[in-house]
């Protein structure tokens, strides 16, 4: 079965850039998004069609893709954003969850 | 705006069916392109697909869960039911429901989610 792999953790300080990384098979091929939940809600749509924002989403949140990886970005980042971050992609007409990734700002 | 609730049984015993309900208002199952997805996400871990129903009834399921799954709509209700056989403590987690971006509007990402109902599988 399909898997998309992303790490189990990332950390970084107030006020600066983190990275998330998201990799599968042919992902170069497929659109990307990405959802953030934080603790005890429902996962937040932050990114789509690889690089999208939704209405209303800071435009700290960026996403990018090379090959088979894509990438969700933060800029800046604040104590707001420690949350559990998910990418989703499609595999032959089923959804394929990312195994998340714990932001924590330290 | 578009909302969606899940709704049914926070117990169930071993072996018994799930059956949960997605209501929704915002949006219509009859609209091209549209569809609703359930979601699951044991404590402490990971998102994981298990069906999806689209406006014109066809329907998806996670490869792995497939033989348990069943997905139905009633459009003139707004809601969608998903019932899981079978059902064992490794299925206890929290259900979502979410609406599916039709292809035209986005990347088919779910968007917005329900706030979801836990689930605990328990003798």
């Known amino acids: 079965s399909y898997e998309l792999t992303q790490p189990p953790s990332v950390s970084v300080s107030p006020g600066q850039p983190a990275s998330i990384t998201c990799s599968g098979d042919?992902?170069?091929?497929?659109?990307v998004c990405w959802y953030q939940q934080k603790a005890g809600q429902s996962p937040v749509l932050v990114i789509y069609?690889?690089?999208k924002r939704p209405s209303g989403m800071p435009a700290r949140f960026s996403g990018s893709k090379s090959g088979n990886t894509a990438t969700l970005t933060i800029s800046g980042t604040q104590a707001l954003d420690e949350a559990d971050y998910y990418c989703?992609?499609?595999?032959?007409?089923?959804?394929?969850f990312g195994g998340g990734t714990r932001l924590t700002v330290l | 705006q578009i909302t969606l609730k899940e709704s049914g049984p926070t117990l169930v015993k071993p072996t018994q069916t799930l059956t949960l309900t997605c209501t929704f208002s915002?949006?219509?199952?009859?609209?091209?392109?549209?569809?609703v997805g359930w979601i699951r996400q044991p404590p402490g871990k990971a998102l994981e697909w298990l069906a999806l129903?689209?406006?014109?009834?066809?329907?998806r399921y996670s490869p792995s869960l497939k033989r348990r799954l069943t997905i139905t709509k009633d459009t003139s209700d707004d809601q969608v039911v998903l019932t899981m056989t079978n059902m064992d403590p490794v299925d206890t987690a929290t259900y979502f429901c979410?609406?599916?971006?039709?292809?035209?509007?986005?990347?088919?990402?779910?968007?917005?989610w329900g706030q979801g109902i836990l689930v605990t599988v328990s003798s």
């Open positions: 979410a609406h599916r971006i039709p292809p035209e509007l986005g990347g088919r990402e779910f968007d917005p």
């Open positions: 915002g949006f219509s199952l009859t609209t091209s392109g549209v569809g």
């Open positions: 129903i689209y406006w014109d009834d066809d329907k």
């Open positions: 042919n992902l170069g091929n497929k659109y």
């Open positions: 069609k690889d690089r």
């Open positions: 989703q992609a499609w595999d032959n007409s089923a959804v394929v």
